[in-house]
């Protein structure tokens, strides 16, 4: 297990700001810090061993340690809630509840829980409609005779009088079935008048001693109303028609409408004293409600189908910890990948007491900029943000079939099963079956991280995403090349005015997840002359949105095709960050190949295979990637599965916008049955997937000239990398990789087809 | 109806897997191996690491996560292979009820 884990509040800072570092440690009263460059974060003894050398800053030290907590689950809260329980009133809604197992789940609350004091609406008993009233001695809860189901439909009201001591419980589902009795009506007296608090409102749930909230709901909220008096569902019927003044309702205590301010964490009071509330921890929104029929997927076109709010006990944004390390840069602060070295002891076979906090150093802004190297590295950070906390091995069953071989469980993943609050990526589903649209990187991530070997990564190093990409961090350094690294964030805040300037960039192992201004940003610089070194596989497959307030936040939908965990709702395909389609790129017509020559085709994480030269290898205008490299097999060799083609696959396809003057330089072969063709590329599912047999299972090695004397070089591979480094770099992928980049770097524009 | 491992007719492959635990493996073996790793209860085996590269045991994931990971104390592997061989004889084991008497290597 871990003893020690923190995450920095940004992956990417410039010279002269400050990164800050949080820290939660779980033995001992200090740690030591210090920084290191990330040259190689792969422990495996059969490849380099590790590179993490040591850069001394005015921040090396000890510092003390404390042990900081995650307080997950999201909920809503209304900061200037009068005490509703000093007079009668209701409280209605239209739930849909996924998860009525796991305790009693607040609907709404005016709680104190040191006292036991005030009023909470809740399920109870697996699903029941219950209030719990304490006045301060003691509590008291009552409830319907049923409980509701998962994944339905239901009106709630819950009227309480406090002149009569009485609670009306009423659950009435939308759609009836035979045989299922799951409505429920209550009448009851409490014995108790609860504690009227003027205490801030929440929904979804309710204080606990301390200060962190618990009783979590999971499930959606449609429309909720307060309204004082004692009510039946006849009232909520007004009530629920949108774009209706309410201000003539004299009853009104509040009518929020989740439709309204989607892209925000905002929940809009539509009545007139405007009782807005606070989202905390991302719940999902633009969520289909009660009233969706289907004739609008759109979000933006139709908000008023779009009113329900998806809470889950397991949602998280930001962890919030206290800082335990700030460190401003030097102005003259090298750009590249570092780390900040944690350590509170020796680690041992039950214990890793040791971490590093990975971040990027970014080249200066503005004025500051100056002369900056010829070649970039794009750190896929809104890949590392996608895949945060991948916890598949953890939470879906099936895995081990899919890897081919065991699933490896280290101290990192070991501490992630017991710790859920850490929170999912978005490959992920919560508690409750639904997908995890949202990921953040403001919480430790545990897979973001120097010596991390991942189950999924291929057998032998076994990396994936961010420590696979140091492989090519290492070969950089070996080969002396001077270059910046900028990463996603930076792209899409920035702009194609951060890259205009670069001749060459180099792309990571798996530059999956793209915001649409840096795929509009990347495109523009490959159309005006910059030349792309596509060194992965499976890149600019998904579209994601940035928030427009919240920092390090990435939203995705796993609409209507590709390899999907899990797979969104019909209807709620639409981005909630920004109102954009979601899903694949190629669905909207930008398929990788349009980006990079070659699309995703295939995957399989067991073993890699080899390419073999192709007859376009031998076309003089791919003469220079191939000097001193007579051979016919390339790659057969590597650290990712033991080959260089391997995990995931792109190939040319002219089709989907490969163009059509690209070069097949080399193709893979000798896939097992288990590198499968992915879905979206065929409709009627054909009687052999597997690259034993199906021969659209490929890696094409691709290049290209591009408009404006640019070039594209495509590898096709995620394992492409990890065979850059055997026998000290000296092979033959890491001579082609060096004889592009040398030519890349030459500023002699590339004239197509001479 | 999924496949049944008939030890008669499958009892082939079990030289191929102690050969090669990890690779390619023929389609008979690959038959072989998703049907062992096939496990309706939800518990799940996995392979805890002691020493990342040098030292593994074989543990269960429960089917429900509050529930804690049992971790064996040994056999304590010095290779991937090693404990992929191990956990195909004892689910030969429960499907076959045979007992494949034989060493990782000679």
């Known amino acids: ?754 | 109806m999924p496949y049944k491992i008939d030890p008669a007719v499958d009892r082939q492959y079990i030289e191929e897997m102690r050969r090669n635990p990890i690779g390619a493996h023929s389609p008979g073996l690959q038959r072989v191996l998703n049907t062992l790793r096939t496990d309706k209860s939800g518990r799940q085996v996995i392979l805890v690491v002691l020493k990342p590269f040098e030292k593994w045991v074989l543990g269960e994931m429960p089917p429900d996560r509050r529930d804690p990971i049992t971790i064996e104390d040994g056999p304590v592997f010095t290779s991937r292979e090693e404990a992929e061989w191990e956990i195909f004889r004892r689910r030969w084991f429960q499907h076959t009820g045979e007992n494949i008497n034989l060493p990782f290597r000679d």
């Open chain 1, 1 to 754: 297990m871990l003893k020690i884990v923190g995450y920095p509040d940004r992956y990417s800072v410039a010279p002269g700001e400050t990164i800050s570092f949080q820290i939660s440690v779980e033995e001992g009263e200090t740690f030591d810090a210090r920084i290191v460059r990330v040259l190689n974060g792969d422990c495996n003894p059969d490849g380099p061993g590790l590179s993490l050398p040591h850069v001394p800053t005015h921040i090396d030290g000890t510092y003390p340690a404390r042990k900081q907590h995650i307080d997950a689950g999201s909920f809503m809260r209304v900061p200037t809630m009068p005490a509703l329980a000093e007079g009668a009133f209701t409280f209605f809604a239209t739930i849909w509840p996924t998860l009525t197992d796991r305790g009693d789940q607040t609907l709404v609350a005016q709680w104190d829980e040191t006292k036991q004091a005030g009023f909470r609406i809740e399920l109870v008993d697996g699903g029941k409609l219950g209030f719990v009233a304490g006045d301060g001695s003691r509590t008291v809860t009552v409830a319907t005779a049923r409980p509701m189901l998962v994944r339905q439909w239901y009106r709630v009201a819950v009227a309480y009088d406090p002149a009569a001591g009485k609670v009306t419980l009423t659950q009435e589902p939308l759609r009836r079935y035979p045989t299922i009795d799951d409505a429920g009506h209550q009448e009851a007296e409490l014995g108790l008048t609860p504690s009227a608090l003027a205490v801030p409102m929440l929904m979804a749930g309710s204080p606990e001693a301390g200060g962190t909230i618990g009783r979590h709901y999971d499930g959606k909220i449609d429309s909720p109303a307060l309204v004082r008096g004692v009510q039946d569902l006849h009232r909520y019927g007004a009530l629920l028609r949108s774009n209706v003044p309410f201000v003539s309702d004299p009853d009104l205590i509040a009518r929020w409408d989740f439709a309204k301010e989607i892209r925000t964490t905002r929940t809009v009071d539509v009545g007139p004293s405007r009782h807005d509330g606070e989202l905390v921890h991302l719940p999902s929104r633009a969520m289909k409600g009660w009233n969706w029929t289907g004739e609008q997927h759109d979000w933006t076109r139709k908000p008023e189908h779009y009113g329900a709010i998806h809470f889950h006990r397991d949602d998280i944004y930001d962890a919030g910890w206290e800082t335990s390390v700030a460190f401003t840069l030097p102005d003259d602060f090298k750009s590249g990948g570092y780390a900040l070295h944690v350590r509170c002891g020796e680690s041992d076979e039950q214990a890793t007491r040791e971490d590093y906090l990975a971040f990027f150093v970014r080249p200066p802004r503005g004025a500051n900029r100056g002369e900056r190297p010829k070649v970039a590295f794009l750190a896929p950070t809104c890949s590392y943000i996608a895949y945060a906390n991948h916890g598949e091995h953890i939470t879906a069953r099936g895995a081990e079939a899919l890897m081919n071989r065991l699933l490896p469980f280290g101290h990192s993943d070991l501490y992630m099963y017991y710790h859920p609050e850490l929170g999912g990526s978005l490959y992920d589903s919560h508690a409750d079956g639904s997908g995890v649209c949202y990921s953040s990187r403001l919480r430790p991530v545990l897979n973001f991280t120097s010596r991390y070997h991942s189950w999924l990564g291929g057998h032998g190093s076994a990396l994936y995403q961010y420590n696979a990409d140091t492989h090519l961090f290492y070969w950089l350094d070996q080969k002396g090349v001077e270059y910046d690294v900028i990463t996603d964030e930076d792209l899409h805040q920035d702009g194609y005015e951060l890259i205009k300037d670069y001749q060459v960039i180099l792309t990571g192992t798996h530059p999956e997840y793209h915001s649409t201004r840096a795929w509009d940003a990347m495109k523009a610089w490959v159309d005006r002359g910059g030349r792309l070194m596509y060194m992965g596989g499976n890149g600019w497959y998904w579209r994601v949105g940035f928030h427009d307030e919240l920092d390090g936040v990435i939203e995705l939908r796993r609409a209507e095709d590709g390899i999907r965990p899990w797979i969104a709702e019909p209807g709620e395909y639409f981005q909630s960050f920004n109102g954009e389609y979601g899903g694949l790129w190629r669905r909207i017509g930008r398929a990788p190949n349009v980006m990079a020559g070659i699309g995703f085709v295939a995957q399989g994480f067991d073993i890699s295979s080899y390419y073999r030269r192709a007859p376009d290898a031998d076309n003089p205008r791919a003469s220079f990637i191939f000097k001193d490299v007579p051979d016919e097999i390339i790659g057969d060799f590597g650290l990712i599965g033991g080959g260089a083609a391997g995990i995931e696959l792109d190939c040319i396809n002219t089709d989907l916008g490969s163009p059509p003057n690209v070069l097949r330089l080399a193709s893979s072969e000798g896939h097992s049955s288990m590198m499968q063709l992915v879905n979206e590329e065929f409709g009627v599912v054909p009687p052999a997937l597997g690259g034993d047999q199906n021969d659209q299972v490929r890696a094409d090695m691709a290049f290209c000239e591009t408009p404006s004397g640019g070039a594209i070089f495509a590898t096709g591979s995620i394992a492409w990398c990890g065979s850059l480094l055997p026998n000290n770099c000296d092979n033959n992928v890491s001579r082609i990789t060096w004889n592009v980049l040398e030519r890349f770097m030459d500023p002699k524009p590339f004239v197509p087809g001479s």
